[in-house]
C-alpha cells in the first residue's frame, strides 16, 4: 500500500502548557507535529488562557485545539504525541499537574476505541470547557489554514496580543 492509498482521517488534538514559557511549547509542540511524515497540522483555535481544572494549586495553563490530517493509525498517533511531550520537557510527577506541554487526541475521524492505553473520543473532553470552547471554535471556523498562517497567528501572542482571558464557570 503507497501512502496515497492510505486513508487520510480528520483528527482533533487538544494542548496545555502551564510551565513558562507556554507559547514556546505551544509553538514548539505545531511544528514537531507538523513535521512528522503523515501529519498535516490544518486547523487551529485561539489560544486560551484557563484557570488549571482538577488540581487547582497551579498556575494559568493556555490551552488551544488544533485539526490534524493524518494517515497515522491511532495507536501510532498517540505515540507520536507522547513522544513530542517528553521531547518537550514533560513528566509524570503528579496526575493533571503543571506541564509543559499535554498534548490529547480528542477525536480520530468517526472512530470509538478503547485500549488499555488509548480511548477515543478522549473520555473526559465532554467535562472540559478548556477543551470544548477552542474546539468548538477549530470545528465551525477556522477549517483548512495553510501552516504558514500558523506561525503568524502565534506571532499574534507577543505581547498577550490575542490571549483570551476567560475562566471556567463553577
Ligand atoms: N485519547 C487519549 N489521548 C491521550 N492519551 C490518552 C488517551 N486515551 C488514553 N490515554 C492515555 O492516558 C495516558 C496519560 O496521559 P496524560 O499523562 O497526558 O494524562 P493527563 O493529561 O495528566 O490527564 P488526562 O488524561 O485527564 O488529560 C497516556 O499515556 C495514554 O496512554
Ligand atoms: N485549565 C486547565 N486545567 C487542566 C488542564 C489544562 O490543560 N487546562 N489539564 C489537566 C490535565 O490534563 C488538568 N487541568
Do not use: C
Amino acid at each position: 500500500m503507497t501512502a496515497e492509498d492510505r486513508e487520510r482521517i480528520i483528527a482533533y488534538v487538544a494542548l496545555g502548557s502551564n510551565i513558562d514559557n507556554r507559547e514556546y511549547y505551544l509553538q514548539s509542540a505545531i511544528a514537531a507535529l507538523n513535521e512528522e511524515t503523515g501529519i498535516t497540522v490544518t486547523g487551529l483555535s485561539s489560544i486560551y488562557e484557563t484557570e488549571p481544572v482538577g488540581y487547582v494549586d497551579q498556575s494559568a495553563f493556555l490551552n488551544m485545539v488544533i485539526q490534524i490530517h493524518t494517515d497515522l493509525s491511532p495507536e501510532v498517533l498517540l505515540v507520536t504525541l507522547l513522544a513530542i511531550e517528553t521531547r518537550l520537557g514533560r513528566t509524570r510527577d503528579l496526575r493533571w499537574g503543571p506541564r509543559t506541554i499535554d498534548l490529547d487526541l480528542l477525536i480520530y475521524g468517526d472512530h470509538r476505541l478503547t485500549t488499555p492505553d488509548l480511548i477515543i473520543p478522549h473520555p473526559r473532553m465532554l467535562e472540559r470547557a478548556f477543551v470544548l470552547v477552542p474546539l468548538s471554535e477549530v470545528l465551525f471556523s477556522r477549517q483548512d489554514i495553510a501552516f504558514e498562517s500558523i506561525s503568524a497567528h502565534l506571532e499574534k501572542l507577543e505581547g498577550k496580543e490575542g490571549v483570551i482571558l476567560w475562566k471556567k464557570a463553577q
